[in-house]
């Protein structure tokens, strides 16, 4: 089982970035995605979720209206986009395929916001 997440990196403020997270080893279109974030000593956040068929999304409010989970099945990716970035946003972001009980971890890329 793999995720691999790609599309990091250093932007501006205001700046987007659009990360992917490829999936192998599993059946991914039977597993919703999550992407979470964590920064230097803060504890990890749920930033986006999106269903298996991608039928349903949801965002905290920290994000909602700046980023977008998308998904396709066909291509088992998983994707993230970022619009609007702030200094705030800054930090490792991973990808997570959950089913009842299971869970597999991204390794994570890193995002950079900042002038």
């Known amino acids: 089982v793999q995720l691999v997440e790609s599309g990091g990196g250093l932007v501006q403020p205001g700046g987007s970035l659009r990360l992917s997270c490829v999936a192998s080893?599993?059946?991914?279109?039977?597993?919703?995605m999550r992407w979470y974030r964590q920064a230097p000593g803060k504890e990890r956040e749920l930033v986006a979720a999106?269903?298996?068929?991608?039928?349903?999304?949801d965002y905290p409010d920290s994000v909602k209206g700046r980023f977008t989970i998308s998904r396709d099945n066909a291509k088992n990716t998983v994707y993230l986009q970022m619009n609007s970035l702030k200094p705030e946003d800054t930090a490792v972001y991973s990808c997570?395929?959950?089913?009842?009980?299971?869970?597999?971890w991204g390794q994570g890329t890193q995002v950079t916001v900042s002038s």
């Open positions: 997570n395929a959950v089913r009842l009980a299971t869970n597999y």
């Open positions: 999106i269903s298996n068929d991608g039928g349903s999304t």
């Open positions: 080893g599993f059946r991914f279109s039977g597993y919703a």
